[in-house]
Each structure stands twice: as C-alpha cells, then as structure tokens.
C-alpha cells in the first residue's frame, strides 16, 4: 500500500462524508434562516423557539434522505472491502 492509496481512501472517505452531512447541513441552515427572519420580524427572541424547529427539520431530513445516505455509506464500504487484496498483495 502507498502514500497514493491511503490519499485516494482518505480522499473518498471525505467526499461521502461530506455528501452525507450537506442535506442536514442545508437544512438546519435553511430552517435557522426561516426562524431568525421570524424572530426578527416578531421580535421574539426565545432560544427554543429556533432549536426545535431545528431539530425537527433535520429529523425530517434525515428520514427522507436515510435510504440515500445509507446507499452512499454502503457502497463506500463495499469498495474498501473488495479493495482490500488488491491494497495488500
């Protein structure tokens, strides 16, 4: 195994987690900004008041793009496992 192996394993091992955590990202981003333009519009500033809607949109998120995130993480493992004696010998 060579440094040009680990830097491509490492590199995938990023890249899918990355595409894993950018729809909850996105969502808790696009729920704070909602939530913040509503605070400031009402001038209600409850810290609960954007954390639950927060976590519900993630929940949400995570359940609708769970088949899709397990399918990333699957295949990624698939790869590494079926590299693994090509990597050795």
Do not use: C, H
């Not at 440094?3 to 491509?8: E, K, L, S």
């Not at 990355?18 to 969502?27: G, K, Y």
């Not at 808790?28 to 927060?54: C, D, H, R, W, Y």
């Not at 929940?59 to 493992?77: C, K, Q, R, S």
């Amino acid at each position: 195994m060579d440094a040009g192996t680990v830097m491509d394993i490492g590199r995938q091992a990023v890249q899918v987690t990355l595409m894993m955590s950018a729809p909850l990202f996105l969502a808790a981003l696009i729920t704070g900004l909602v939530v913040s333009i509503f605070q400031a519009a009402t001038q209600i500033n409850e810290m609960t008041l954007s954390f639950v809607p927060k976590l519900i949109a993630i929940f949400i998120t995570a359940v609708a793009a769970g088949p899709w995130m397990i399918t990333l993480i699957m295949d990624l493992a698939t790869r590494l496992i079926s590299g693994i004696p090509t990597t050795i010998g």
